[in-house]
Structures are given as C-alpha cells and as structure tokens.
C-alpha cells in the first residue's frame, strides 16, 4: 500500500495538526503493547476491519538475554499466571512443614524477592534481624532456590544461571565452569579466550555458550502481571549473518490490520452510489489507520537500521564499544523533523545479544 503521510508538515509541537496527522503521531509514540490494545479498540468499533493474525494482540512475546543468532522468538511464559511471583514462592514453603523460625526466614526472603525473581537483602542482615547464625539463613535460601521457577532466589545472575544449570537432569560441566569463572567472556562472546583458558576444545565451548544462552536470567517473567512491570517487547531483532549486522522486524510486534474482504479502498470510488455515509466512514478510517501502522513499522526499520549501520563494534563486542551519535544527526539523516523523531524513538526496543535496549540508548537526545 502507498504511504503518503507527510510527516513534514509537522513543524512545532504548537500546531495544531488536522486530526489525521494528529492520529498518525499519536500511532507513532505508541509502543508495541499500546498499539496491540489500541488495534483490539479500533477493531471493536470499526467492523470494515480484520486482523489478520490476533495472536499479535492476545499474545505478547519478548526476548531476552540470549544470543539472537542462537534463539528464535523466545517468548515469556504465557502471562496467564492467577497467583503472583510470591505467592507461588509461599505455597511451596508451606507444603514443606518447616520449623516456626525456619518458616518465617523463609518468608522473610520471599518477601525480599524482586519481581524478576531476585533476592535483594543481605544475609547478615536477615541473621541479625532474626538473631540466628548465617549459616542457618543460607540453608533456607537453597531450599528457596530449589524451589520452581528454576533460579529463583539467587542473589545474583552467576548464581541464578549455576542453579538453572544443576537442576538439569545431566549437568554440563564445561557450561557451569564458563559461568562461574568466565561470565565476562561470555558477555563478550570470546570463545577463542575461553578454549584458551581452560583447555577446552572450541566445540565443547560454543555447545556451552549455546546451553548457557537458553538460561532464564529473569526468572520472575512469566509472573510479570500488571502493565507497568510487563518486560518490554523487542520491536526489531539484530541478528549475525555473514560476518554483518542486520535489522529485522519482530512480526509478533506488529499487528497486521487489513480492509474486511468485499470493502477495498477501490469501494470508496462507488460509495455515493452504493454505500451510505457509514461504510465511506468506516473504510476511510480503515485505510488510514492501516496506512499510519505501516510508516510507524517503515520509520521503526528505518531507525534500527542506521544504528546497526553505525554501532557494528557494539554489536560486535559489547557496550564499552557503544558510540556517541546524536539524535539531531539521525533526524538529518532521516529528513525528519525533531518533534515526530523524538515520538518515533520512545519506547521502541532492540534485541541483540547483549540484551534489550531502547532506541534512545543509541542516541544524544538533543
């Protein structure tokens, strides 16, 4: 379909725009989940309009710490959980009939467990509130971190990942050895450095690298409830190939609205003659609303593919390799002006194998 939104009629923040243009950087500034619900909306108001794939709207996937060259579309678990993070944590302890003081060390932790499955108090200062040894807090916690989801209750993500990695029903060696002693390598990607350094054939390393990277870093997720602690869902996905950076769009990210079949835009030309003011209406909207989807989806390629243009070392290497670009520049690039730029940019992610970032990480905002 032919875009022809013009977006350069935006010069201030001050206009006031004509409603379409208006609607167009309102769809803009929307993120991933927002446009899900705002599709759901239009679909429930508009009957001249489908989508064509409403998993994209029921169900949202995200990504995570892995490689992407390694990991298709990881999802998080379905998100249909009925009980909370703690909750599901307190009713396996109370099916374990410990001790009164055991019991409360125990809930004492939970309580202290971030939504992304991680404990946030120190040790000594739960043995002091409780007046008891260290040692007998400790045995509580690895009752905790045995505890489903796996890896819960670590304190930080080398222990989460060890504990992914014993609950295994065959435990890889070599993968455990890299996480407890060469999780910075592992960050990098350097396994030339670690077949190095420990005398492990290239093989036996990149199979661990692999285990390592289907590991649930976040194990909290599937818990994840309310819209405001929902993991950000990756708009594009930056995947290896041939030695070379690309940017490839998240379909699941994008929902994908057509015109309800006996209702084309070639409708519009007999309307007067066969359809009321209420189908003209409808299908207008349709196409419009249609037309604002796919220049928000051409804007976002466009905005990850000059950041992989011009971050390969980071890529590549890592985040000390990130380079300093401002947005005035890619506004520049893009012919676009600053103010439908800065809608463009917010809360729209990129997935790579160092992890989610927002666009605006790449940038100066000016």
Not at 114 to 128: P, Q
Not at 187 to 198: L, R, S
Not at 261 to 279: L, Q, R, V, W
């Amino acid at each position: 379909m032919e875009l022809n939104i013009d977006f350069s009629l935006v010069r201030s923040q001050k206009l006031l725009l004509i409603p379409q243009l208006k609607q167009a950087l309102e769809i803009l500034s929307m993120n991933s989940q927002e446009l899900s619900h705002y599709v759901e909306e239009q679909l429930e108001i508009n009957p001249f309009m489908e989508c064509i794939t409403m998993e994209c709207i029921t169900e949202e996937k995200t990504f995570y710490l892995g490689d992407a060259e390694d990991t298709d579309e990881t999802t998080a678990s379905d998100m249909t959980s009925t009980i909370t993070l703690k909750e599901h944590l307190l009713l396996q302890l109370n099916s374990l009939n410990l001790e009164k003081t055991q019991e409360s060390i125990g809930e004492y932790l939970i309580d202290n467990t971030d939504e992304n499955g991680y404990l946030k108090t120190d040790i000594f200062e739960v043995s002091a509130f409780f007046n008891t040894s260290a040692a007998k807090v400790v045995r509580i916690l690895k009752i905790l971190q045995g505890f489903d989801p796996p890896g819960i209750c670590a304190r930080n993500l080398k222990e989460c990942l060890l504990i992914q990695l014993a609950q295994m029903e065959n435990t890889n060696r070599e993968a455990a050895l890299i996480v407890r002693h060469y999780i910075d390598r592992l960050a990098e990607n350097d396994m030339d450095a670690v077949a190095a350094e420990t005398g492990l054939e290239e093989k036996q390393v990149e199979e661990a690298f692999r285990l390592i990277r289907t590991l649930e870093p976040r194990p909290g997720r599937e818990f994840f409830r309310d819209e405001d602690n929902r993991p950000a869902v990756a708009d594009i996905i930056v995947r290896e190939l041939n030695g070379s950076y690309i940017a490839i769009l998240n379909e699941e990210a994008f929902p994908e609205v057509n015109i309800v079949e006996h209702y084309g835009p070639e409708d519009m030309i007999k309307a007067d003659e066969e359809t009321d003011d209420f189908i003209r209406e409808g299908v207008s909207s349709a196409v419009w609303l249609i037309k604002c989807m796919e220049q928000r989806e051409n804007i976002i390629l466009q905005i990850a593919q000059n950041i992989v243009r011009g971050q390969h070392e980071f890529f590549e290497k890592g985040a000390e390799y990130l380079k300093s670009v401002s947005s005035k520049q890619l506004g520049e690039d893009m012919n676009m002006h600053e103010s439908v730029l800065s809608q463009a940019l917010k809360e729209k992610y990129l997935q790579c194998r160092w992890g989610l970032f927002e666009f605006n990480y790449f940038f100066e905002i000016y």
